[in-house]
């Protein structure tokens, strides 16, 4: 599966795809950085409400950003899907996600990486996903 780069002002490129997220019956589309220097999957915690997730019930669990300004997040399983790809992935939901700095997810290593064999290619604007056998 090929998606083009998405652009953020003239000179900002970034590999952001849209997934699938669901949870029970309820699912939503929503745009995700592909991030390989992400370890996991966080998501903002409305994303997590909307798919009827009560957010603060999952595993507590810390991380430590730029600056070493420390966030917290919630643990949940949700399913996710890229393309016809479907499985399931332990996803962290943060509430103090960014806002319109940052309009996306994370896919990151445990998740997303370990199901995907990725390859980006910034000249052509372009990133792979190929299934792992």
Same mark, same amino acid.
């Given at each position: 599966?090929?998606?083009?780069?998405?652009?953020?002002? %003239?000179n900002?490129?970034?590999?952001?795809?849209?997934?699938?997220?669901?949870?029970?019956?309820k699912?939503?589309?929503?745009?995700?950085?592909v991030?390989?220097? #992400?370890?996991?999957c966080?998501?903002n915690?409305e994303?997590?409400?909307?798919?009827?997730?009560?957010?603060?019930?999952?595993?507590?669990?810390?991380?430590?950003?730029v600056?070493g300004?420390? #966030?917290?997040?919630?643990?949940?399983?949700?399913?996710?899907?890229?393309?016809?790809?479907?499985?399931e992935?332990?996803?962290?939901f943060?509430p103090?996600v960014?806002?319109?700095?940052? %309009?996306?997810g994370l896919?990151?290593?445990r998740?997303?990486?370990?199901?995907f064999?990725?390859?980006?290619?910034?000249?052509?604007?372009?990133?792979?996903?190929?299934?792992?056998?």
């Open positions: 599966m090929k998606f083009n780069y998405k652009r953020f002002g %003239p900002i490129l970034r590999p952001v795809v849209e997934i699938k997220l669901r949870s029970g019956s699912f939503l589309r929503y745009e995700v950085l991030d390989s220097g #992400a370890d996991f966080i998501f915690a994303v997590g409400e909307a798919l009827g997730l009560d957010i603060k019930k999952g595993k507590m669990q810390q991380v430590f950003g600056g300004k420390v #966030a917290l997040y919630y643990l949940h399983k949700v399913n996710i899907e890229v393309g016809k790809k479907s499985f992935i332990e996803a962290g943060m103090d960014a806002g319109r700095m940052m %309009p996306y896919v990151g290593q998740g997303f990486f370990e199901n064999i990725v390859k980006f290619d910034l000249k052509k604007e372009e990133i792979e996903l190929k299934n792992r056998k």
